[in-house]
């Protein structure tokens, strides 16, 4: 069953992504979404990963990764982009 999600323009949704990170219990300081495409249905936010000098993840490239999982998944059951 397909779910009905509202309409929401991408400034609008990086300011609710960005509340709800702010909000949450496992945030650290410095994760911001910054840019959201919309990938079959899947809201998919990007910003800041925390890479070392190398290039590589660290332990903050994890928390920036399922933060912005939670995001995906809890904002894509709501919205759907319109620009």
Request: net charge negative; proline share 4%.
């Amino acid at each position: 069953m397909q779910q009905i999600t509202q309409p929401i323009d991408r400034a609008s949704l990086l300011a609710e992504a960005n509340k709800l990170i702010r909000e949450h219990e496992d945030t650290l300081a410095g994760i911001e979404a910054t840019g959201v495409e919309q990938r079959n249905g899947v809201l998919v936010f990007s910003g800041e990963y925390f890479l070392d000098e190398q290039g590589l993840p660290t332990p903050k490239s994890t928390a920036v990764f399922n933060m912005f999982k939670y995001l995906a998944h809890a904002l894509s059951e709501k919205y759907h982009l319109v620009d």
